[in-house]
């Protein structure tokens, strides 16, 4: 009871037509173990290297809190050195966490560390690769990504358990308006269904990501995840080429970022209770009709 969830499907490669036809077109996400095999980040990227590249940065660190109605999204809890952060992590579980941390911006040479896989998919934008850092047990909470990119995410030094829903389930996850986000941190790993009647039946994945994976997620794929280990996540992004979806890709971050940013400093708590109401209201009607069929 609760989430109806599969495994991905895991290959160690992938030719560009076998990927292109059965993932990226279907929208399916997939594991990818090989794809880092040429990487010289694979061995290089230890917690001892990022200290004695990086260590002295001042990181922004996240905690599990995300619907201060008074606060934009993705505000920061606190900041610390990145050295203080990665001893942080590997010593003790804490919930913090560093979010869409642009590394590459700091030290471009960590470029040659990488291979960007032009191979599988085209549009990747080179210049965003970005990093996210988790101690043990510290959660990103379920959301989309408000750019409706394709992504490709590998993880390195630990595991990460997650959880994806298609973009279609929107309603029955108990979206806010005008958000890329849910109601509420209704523990996806093992959600109320009493609390949260919609929950029940929503069809998902779940996948454990070990150093070294990819996770393609395809474009408005909802995920969730929990790092397992005190471990870090490199995401690049790739948006379609197709005009149509670089638009909806722009109106999303409009909608999605600066409209409901402006909104909630402007009505605060009140924009939070209405919204909150419409998404239990969305969410029991989708259950009552049976949608997503
Ligand atoms: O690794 C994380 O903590 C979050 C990753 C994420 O949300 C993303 O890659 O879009």
């Not at 280990?229 to 999303?252: I, N, Q, Y």
């Amino acid at each position: 009871m609760g989430f109806n969830l599969k495994a991905v499907d895991v290959v160690e490669s992938i030719s560009r037509e076998d990927f292109e036809k059965n993932y990226l077109n279907a929208k399916k996400p997939l594991v990818i173990k090989g794809l880092t095999k040429d990487w010289p980040a694979r061995e290089k990227w230890t917690t001892e290297y990022l200290k004695e590249i990086a260590g002295d940065f001042e990181v922004p660190l996240y905690d599990s809190s995300k619907a201060d109605p008074n606060k934009p999204i993705n505000a920061a809890a606190a900041h610390m050195k990145f050295r203080d952060y990665l001893d942080l992590i590997k010593r003790e579980p804490t919930e913090l966490r560093i979010f869409l941390f642009n590394l590459f911006k700091k030290i471009p040479s960590l470029v040659n560390d990488i291979r960007i896989p032009k191979n599988l998919m085209g549009g990747i934008m080179e210049g965003m690769p970005t990093m996210f850092f988790g101690g043990q047990n510290s959660v990103t909470f379920l959301h989309y990504d408000i750019d409706l990119p394709n992504l490709l995410h590998t993880h390195f030094g630990g595991r990460k358990h997650i959880i994806l829903f298609d973009y279609k389930w929107k309603d029955r996850l108990y979206c806010l308006p005008n958000a890329t986000y849910a109601l509420e941190d209704y523990q996806v790993d093992n959600p109320d269904t009493q609390k949260f009647p919609a929950l029940e039946g929503v069809e998902g994945y779940e996948v454990i990501l070990e150093h070294g994976d990819t996770l393609f997620m395809p474009v408005g794929m909802w995920h969730w995840m929990k790092y397992l280990d005190g471990s870090f996540s490199l995401t690049l992004r790739a948006w379609d080429k197709s005009p149509s979806r670089k638009l909806a890709s722009m109106w999303s971050i409009i909608r999605h970022g600066a409209i409901d940013s402006i909104v909630k400093i402007l009505l605060k708590a009140k924009y939070a209770k209405w919204r909150e109401g419409a998404a239990v209201r969305k969410a029991e009607r989708a259950l009552k009709l049976g949608l997503p069929k």
